[in-house]
């Protein structure tokens, strides 16, 4: 997540919440799946876009937990 979202790496690296833990654990699985998909031939484009989707709404999420610890 910290290489996703490299803006925010060090806040990242410095919370420590089970909830970030979860996000953290689901994108990398996310994550995975997506790089495998990409080298998968033939391409799969409905499952490539469904992961995308995917690491991008736990992306969203965490930045959403990010504000919250922020009290924005």
């Not at 420590?16 to 953290?24: A, T």
């Amino acid at each position: 997540m910290a290489i996703a979202l490299p803006q925010y790496r060090k806040q990242l690296l410095s919370l420590k919440s089970p909830e970030l833990d979860d996000l953290f654990e689901a994108y990398a699985l996310a994550a995975e799946a997506l790089e495998t998909l990409n080298m998968q031939v033939p391409k799969q484009p409905e499952r490539l876009a469904e992961y995308r989707d995917i690491c991008a709404s736990i992306q969203t999420e965490v930045l959403s937990l990010l504000r919250e610890c922020n009290g924005a």
